[in-house]
């Protein structure tokens, strides 16, 4: 059985930080490219980083850069966002995304909230 769970999620104030990961189950994690997305209310689901099957290549939403990171360890089955310099606009609902050929998986998502 495919699944993909985030965790990591939860309310921080601004400047804070959060690590989210994606734990990948039931498919070989190691075949498939990687994405976060983040979608928040009244908002279309945005693409935030991505990070090749081999974890050598790396993008990431102009919004984003320099301030989150993508990694993966696939010894793990397990990715990861570290989220820092967070601010409100990054309140949104984080899912996990993986890619192969023909092939995606989702995650369920996890709720980010950066209010004081």
């Known amino acids: 059985q495919v699944q993909l769970v985030e965790s990591g999620g939860g309310l921080v104030q601004p400047g804070g930080s959060l690590r989210l990961s994606c734990a990948a189950s039931?498919?070989?994690?190691?075949?498939?490219?990687m994405s976060w997305y983040r979608q928040a209310p009244g908002k279309e689901r945005e693409l935030v980083a991505s990070?090749?099957?081999?974890?050598?290549?790396?993008n990431y939403t102009d919004s984003v850069k320099g301030r989150f990171t993508i990694s993966r360890d696939n010894a793990k089955n397990t990715g990861y966002l570290q989220m820092n310099s967070l601010k409100p606009d990054d309140t949104a609902v984080y899912y996990c995304?993986?890619?192969?050929?023909?092939?995606?998986?989702w995650g369920q998502g996890t709720q980010v909230t950066v209010s004081s």
């Open positions: 995304n993986c890619n192969y050929l023909f092939s995606q998986y």
């Open positions: 039931g498919f070989t994690f190691s075949y498939y490219g």
């Open positions: 990070i090749s099957s081999n974890g050598r290549s790396t």
